[in-house]
T-cell receptor, first 113, second 114 residues
Framework: NAGVTQTPKFRILKIGQSMTLQCTQDMNHNYMYWYRQDPGMGLKLIYYSVGAGITDKGEVPNGYNVSRSTTEDFPLRLELAAPSQTSVYFC????????????FGQGTRLTVV | DQQVKQNSPSLSVQEGRISILNCDYTNSMFDYFLWYKKYPAEGPTFLISISSIKDKNEDGRFTVFLNKSAKHLSLHIVPSQPGDSAVYFCAATTLTGTASKLTFGTGTRLQVTL
């Protein structure tokens, strides 16, 4: 039972480069999320999706893009990476409804130099 | 503007004793609260939750208390075990939202000593 799987686990990017963080879940959850966690801080919501073809901005969406073509996958795209995007990124998924917990992946540690 | 606050960055407790982790929130629209536990190099895992219509929820060694008038919740772990050593995040959300968009606190690192 894989749950939420993120790849890669670690990545170093140069300023201005682009990359896609992959996230897939096998729990048939409608809702998926991307969070980032900076040192000493809580997790902040970047983007979320309530189903295939539907995405919306969270608290800190600038510098990122997402797409949701299938229920299982929710990739996060970084265009023109900046040092401020150095962080640990977590993908999560949940069942519909506000009263449900989210299940998280193991995270991607990204460093922009 | 930090809507969910965990004012204690760290807490050290002896094995067998009670651990009490605190969380305060400012947004009165929050009506569902969760605690997540996080080990190093892993994603957060759900621990326990409470709805605003309750003031207490218990699951084994873990109990969450909610004081709506004070906008305060706490997580009690009794008895504490070495495996409980982790970072604990408090999170909050609103039922009116269409998704579990969680607002997290900054976390409290719990160390349970022998």
């Amino acid at each position: 039972n894989a749950g939420v799987t993120q790849t890669p686990k670690f990545r170093i990017l140069k300023i201005g480069q682009s990359m896609t963080l992959q996230c897939t879940q096998d729990m048939n959850h409608n809702y998926m999320y991307w969070y980032r966690q900076d040192p000493g801080m809580g997790l902040k919501l970047i983007y979320y999706s309530v189903g295939a073809g539907i995405t919306d901005k969270g608290e800190v969406p600038n510098g990122y893009n997402v797409s949701r073509s299938t229920t299982e996958d929710f990739p996060l795209r970084l265009e023109l990476a900046a040092p401020s995007q150095t962080s640990v990124y977590f993908c999560a998924s949940s069942y519909p409804g506000g009263y449900t917990e989210a299940f998280f992946g193991q995270g991607t540690r990204l460093t922009v130099v | 503007d930090q809507q969910v606050k965990q004012n204690s960055p760290s807490l050290s407790v002896q094995e067998g004793r009670i651990s009490i982790l605190n969380c305060d929130y400012t947004n009165s629209m929050f009506d569902y609260f969760l605690w997540y536990k996080k080990y190093p190099a892993e994603g957060p895992t759900f621990l326990i939750s409470i709805s605003s219509i309750k003031d207490k929820n218990e699951d084994g060694r873990f109990t969450v208390f909610l004081n709506k008038s004070a906008k305060h919740l706490s997580l009690h772990i009794v008895p504490s075990q070495p495996g409980d050593s982790a970072v604990y995040f408090c999170a909050a959300t609103t039922l009116t939202g269409t998704a579990s968009k969680l607002t997290f606190g900054t976390g409290t690192r719990l160390q349970v000593t022998l």
